[in-house]
C-alpha cells in the first residue's frame, strides 16, 4: 500500500464569517502519484478544500478548523504556507489576475525570483519549464496580448519548476475555448504521467476533464464527501444527476434514451463503449420545430469596417438580424466576438460601413433601447445599493414618471423571478442571482435584442439551466431576439438557431447551428470541437439532426 | 492594443537609455533630479537640460498625453511666471544684489537683465526636470524599475508595490472602461457637449464604486496567488528582468555618482553662501 501524500481526518472549517460548516468532516487519503478530481456543484465546498491542501486555509483566509489535515506528513495547521508552496503548487481560475509578471518568462520565474536563486540558473530553469508546457516561443510577450489558454501554460509553468509534489488546480478550464481546454487536459495528464507528480484537480465539466485518465474522483455536495469512486463506478451511478453534476453527453444520451447502460467498465471515453446493443434504435422522425418566421430584420450591418491602431480587424460584409432569431456567435478567445457585440451596441463607432437598427437609435443611450448587452461579468453592471434601485437607474436617467418607473421595474422583476428579493441589498446576491439581475437591468428598457457575452461561464450545471431556460422564456414569450457569445458547444445547439463563426475579425459561417456545429472544417478552424453527442449519433448511423433533437428534449422533459 | 494610450511602456527598444539596465536608470534619473532640484545656476542647469533634452529626444513617442503633459506644464508656468513677476517685478535683483536696467514700465514695473536671466534659469529648471521625468518614464519597464529600485537597496517590499501597481493598471483601465460602457448604455451621459462637468462628476463617482469592489477581489486574488508562489519569504530577492551591469552602465552609473557628488558640493557651497543665490554673467 502506498502512503497518502495528503490525509484528511475528521477535517470541519468554517468561515469565521459564515455561520455554517462549509467543510464537514472530510475523510480522504490522496496517494502519491494520484490523479484525483474533486467534483461538486458551486457551494459544495470543492474550493475550500483545495485551499485545504494549498495552505490558503488557514494562512489568508481565517476560521475554525477541527479534525486533522496532514500534508506530506505534517500538519496543515503547524505548516506556513511558504513551506507549502515548496509541496504544492496550484494554478487559479482567474489566468489573469494570477498573472504577476510582466511578460511570460517573469511570471514564470516569479516563484524562483522569491527563492533568490541566481539569475542564470533562473533564465536556465525558466527555458526548460517553458518548453515543457509549450510556451517557449512566447517568453517575452506581455500578459495582455496572451490567451486564456496561455496564461494558464504559464501557470502552470511557474509553479513546476519547484520541484513540487502535488498539483492543484483549481476549474483550470473555466476561461478556456474547447480546444484549449483539452490540450490542458492533456498536459495535465502527462505531468502526472511521465513527471509522476500527484494531480489534484478542482472542476465541474466533467467530461472535459474525463478527455484523459483520472484515478479517483471525490464527490462533493453540501461541504461533505458523498462519495469517492473510480470515473467507471461513478458514471454508472446516478449520483451525478443527484447532486447536479452534467453527465458526459453521450452518457447522458444511453442512459436517457437508449435504455440504460450494458456495461460497467470503460464507461470514460466512447470509442470504448460496445454500442452493438443499441444498433436497432431508430429516431423518431420529429416534426419539424415549427420554425417561427422570422421576417422583420431588426439589425443590419453592410461593409463595416473597425480597427485598432489602423490594423484593419473587424471586416463583415453583410449581416441580417431578424426579430425572434436565437443566435450563437462562436469563435475562439480573441477572434473579435466581443467587439462585434461591441458594435452592435455602438459602443465602438465604426471605420467604414453601415449599421441599421430598428428605430434608428444613435447614441449608446437610444441604442440600449433596441440592443440590451449583458457583459460576462456582472459586477461590471450593478452600481446601486438594491435590487429595485439598481432595475429603476436606466428609467430615472432617462426621467421617466415615478408611476411608470414602478409599473416597469416591478414587471421586470416578475419576469425574472426577483421580484421578492427587490429590497435586498445587491452584495449579499449569489453569482447566479447577479447575473439574473443584470439581464434585468437590459430588460428595464424593453429591448427587442439581448446580447449576452459567455452567460453560463463559470456556472455550474443547474445555474447553466436556470440562466438558459429563462433566456429561452424570454426569447419564446417575449419574441426577444438573443445572441449569445458561448464557447460551450452544446448550449450553441440547444439554445440557437443559428450559428456566426467569427475568425480573425469576420464571418466565416453563417448556417443554422446544427449544421455548423457538425461541420468539422468549420469547427477546426476556429478551435471549437463537436460534442460528444454527434459522435454518438455517427457511430450509430443515425440522423444527426433528429438526433440530438430528441436528445435535448428528453433532458429538457427530465430537468422540468 | 491598450498600449498605445499609455505612457507606461512595458517593452523597450534598442536606444542608448532603453538599453541601461534598471539600477543605471533609476541611479541616473535620481542623480539628475536631484542635481536639477538642489542648483539655481544656468551653468549647471543649461548643460543639464540640454543633455536631458537629448535624452526625451532619443526615447519620445508621439502619445496624445506626453503632448498635453509637457503644453500643460508650459502654459502653467508661464502663468506663474506672469503673476510672480506682477508681484515682485526685481525678483532677480534682489537675489543678485546687482541693478542692471533693460526697460522700464513706471517706477514700479521695471524689467532688469537680472530678472530676465532669474526667469530663464526657472524655466530650464522647471522644463528640465520635466525632461528628466519624461524619459525616466519613457524608457523604463516596470519590472526593471522594479530590480532598478531593489538594486539601490531599497527594500523588494516597495519595488513589488511599484511594479505591481504598473502592471494592473491596463487590466483596472479596462474594467473602468467596462463599467463606463454599461453604465453609458444604462442612460449615463459622459459626453461633455451633452452634460454639465457637475453631472459629469456625479456620473463617474457611479463608475468609482463598482470599479472599487472589482479591484479589491482582484487585489485579495493576487495576494493569493503570489502567498502561493512563496513570495515573501526571504529577505533578499533576485529578478529576472536584471542585467548585468555593462561597461556603458559602469560609465552612467559613475556619471550619476559625479552629479550627485556636484549636488551636494552646491548645496554645501550654498549652505556657507560661497556661490551666488543667482548666477548673472
Known amino acids: ?560 | 492594443m491598450n498600449d498605445a494610450k499609455f505612457i507606461i511602456r512595458y517593452s523597450l527598444g534598442d536606444s542608448f537609455l532603453e538599453k541601461l539596465a534598471g539600477k543605471t536608470k533609476v541611479l541616473l534619473f535620481f542623480s539628475s533630479i536631484i542635481l536639477m532640484m538642489a542648483s539655481f545656476d544656468l551653468r549647471i542647469i543649461l548643460p543639464l537640460f540640454i543633455l536631458n533634452f537629448l535624452f526625451f529626444k532619443s526615447v519620445y513617442q508621439e502619445i496624445k498625453i506626453l503632448k498635453f503633459i509637457i503644453i500643460f506644464t508650459l502654459v502653467m508656468n508661464i502663468l506663474n511666471f506672469i503673476l510672480f513677476y506682477l508681484v515682485n517685478p526685481t525678483t532677480g535683483t534682489e537675489l543678485s544684489q546687482t541693478f542692471t536696467l533693460l526697460f522700464k514700465f513706471n517706477d514700479y514695473y521695471v524689467i532688469t537683465y537680472e530678472t530676465v536671466i532669474y526667469f530663464i534659469t526657472r524655466i530650464f529648471k522647471i522644463i528640465g526636470t520635466l525632461m528628466i521625468s519624461l524619459w525616466f518614464i519613457l524608457s523604463i519597464t516596470p519590472s526593471e524599475l522594479a530590480s532598478g529600485i531593489y538594486g539601490c537597496k531599497i527594500p523588494y517590499k516597495y519595488a513589488t508595490m511599484v511594479s505591481l501597481g504598473l502592471r494592473y493598471i491596463p487590466d483596472i483601465y479596462r474594467d473602468f472602461n467596462a463599467i463606463k460602457e454599461s453604465m453609458q448604455m444604462r442612460g449615463i451621459e459622459l459626453d461633455p457637449k451633452k452634460a454639465s462637468l457637475f453631472k459629469r462628476i456625479i456620473a463617474n463617482t457611479k463608475i468609482l464604486i463598482p470599479l472599487l469592489l472589482v479591484s479589491f477581489e482582484r487585489i485579495e486574488l493576487i495576494a493569493s496567488a503570489m502567498d502561493l508562489r512563496g513570495y515573501g519569504q526571504l529577505d533578499e530577492r533576485s529578478y529576472y528582468s536584471d542585467k548585468d551591469l555593462t561597461k556603458t552602465d559602469q560609465k552612467v552609473i559613475y556619471f550619476a555618482y559625479f552629479q550627485l557628488l556636484c549636488a551636494v558640493v552646491y548645496i554645501v557651497l550654498n549652505m556657507f553662501n560661497v556661490v551666488p543665490k543667482l548666477w548673472v554673467l
Open chain 1, 1 to 560: 500500500m502506498k502512503k497518502p501524500i495528503i490525509s484528511f481526518k475528521n477535517f470541519s472549517f468554517k468561515y469565521h464569517k459564515q455561520q455554517k460548516e462549509t467543510l464537514k468532516n472530510i475523510n480522504l487519503d490522496i496517494f502519491q502519484g494520484e490523479k484525483l478530481l474533486i467534483l461538486g456543484a458551486s457551494g459544495s465546498g470543492k474550493s475550500t478544500l483545495g485551499y485545504c491542501i494549498n495552505g490558503l486555509i488557514p494562512n489568508q483566509y481565517h476560521g475554525s478548523i477541527s479534525g486533522e489535515c496532514l500534508i506530506n506528513g505534517k500538519s496543515l495547521i503547524k505548516s506556513s504556507i511558504f513551506e507549502l508552496s515548496k509541496i504544492v503548487g496550484t494554478v487559479l481560475q482567474d489566468s489573469d489576475a494570477q498573472f504577476v509578471g510582466l511578460s511570460v518568462a517573469e511570471d514564470i520565474a516569479f516563484a524562483l525570483e522569491n527563492k533568490n536563486m541566481p539569475r542564470l540558473e533562473m533564465k536556465m530553469l525558466v527555458k526548460q519549464t517553458a518548453e515543457k508546457v509549450k510556451i517557449a516561443e512566447k517568453l517575452n510577450i506581455l500578459p495582455h496580448s496572451l490567451s486564456g489558454g496561455q496564461k494558464q501554460r504559464a501557470s502552470v509553468a511557474g509553479i513546476l519548476h519547484e520541484n513540487i509534489d502535488i498539483l492543484l488546480l483549481d476549474e483550470p478550464l473555466a476561461a478556456l475555448d474547447p480546444v484549449m481546454g483539452k490540450e490542458m487536459i492533456e498536459l495535465i495528464d502527462e505531468l502526472n504521467q511521465v513527471d509522476n507528480k500527484t494531480v489534484v484537480i478542482i472542476e465541474h465539466r466533467l467530461e472535459d476533464v474525463l478527455h484523459r485518465h483520472i484515478d479517483r474522483i471525490v464527490l462533493m455536495d453540501k461541504g461533505e464527501i458523498v462519495a469517492v469512486k473510480t470515473p467507471d463506478d461513478l458514471l454508472s451511478s446516478d449520483l451525478l444527476t443527484k447532486y447536479g453534476i452534467r453527465e458526459p453527453l453521450y452518457l447522458s444520451a444511453i442512459k436517457k434514451m437508449l435504455g440504460g447502460l450494458k456495461q460497467k467498465n470503460d464507461l470514460t471515453n466512447l470509442e470504448k463503449i460496445d454500442l452493438t446493443p443499441f444498433k436497432d434504435y431508430k429516431v423518431t422522425n420529429l416534426p419539424l420545430n415549427s420554425t417561427k418566421n422570422h421576417s422583420e430584420v431588426i439589425i443590419s450591418l453592410k461593409d463595416v469596417k473597425f480597427s485598432y491602431d489602423n490594423n484593419e480587424f473587424i471586416d463583415i460584409k453583410n449581416l441580417n438580424i431578424r426579430k425572434g432569431e436565437r443566435i450563437a456567435l462562436l469563435g475562439e478567445n480573441g477572434s473579435g466576438k466581443s467587439t462585434i457585440a461591441k458594435i452592435l451596441t455602438g459602443i465602438i463607432k465604426i471605420d467604414k460601413g453601415e449599421i441599421f437598427r430598428i428605430n434608428n437609435p444613435e447614441t449608446i443611450q437610444e441604442i440600449a433601447k433596441v440592443i440590451g448587452y449583458v457583459m460576462q461579468n456582472p459586477n461590471q453592471m450593478l452600481v446601486s445599493d438594491n435590487i429595485f434601485d439598481e432595475v429603476a437607474l436606466a428609467l430615472r436617467l432617462r426621467n421617466y414618471s415615478i408611476e411608470d418607473i414602478n409599473e416597469r421595474v416591478n414587471n421586470v422583476l416578475k419576469i425574472t423571478g426577483l421580484y421578492s428579493m427587490r429590497n435586498w441589498p445587491i452584495s449579499v446576491l449569489s453569482y447566479g442571482q447577479k447575473k439574473r439581475l443584470s439581464v434585468a437591468v437590459c430588460l428595464a428598457l424593453n429591448p427587442q435584442c439581448l446580447i449576452l457575452d459567455e452567460p453560463t461561464a463559470g456556472q455550474d450545471y443547474r445555474h447553466y439551466r436556470e440562466m438558459m431556460e429563462f433566456i429561452a422564456l424570454l426569447n419564446k414569450k417575449y419574441d426577444i431576439t438573443t445572441i449569445f457569445i458561448t464557447h460551450d458547444m452544446h448550449l450553441a445547439l440547444e439554445y440557437s438557431d443559428r450559428a456566426l463563426v467569427v475568425k480573425n475579425g469576420k464571418i466565416v459561417a453563417d448556417k443554422d447551428s446544427e449544421s455548423i456545429l457538425s461541420d468539422e472544417k468549420i469547427l477546426n478552424l476556429s478551435s471549437l470541437k463537436k460534442t460528444s453527442i454527434f459522435d454518438l449519433s455517427e457511430k450509430l448511423n443515425l440522423n444527426n439532426s433528429n438526433f440530438i433533437k430528441e436528445f435535448i428534449e428528453k433532458e429538457r422533459r427530465i430537468n422540468e
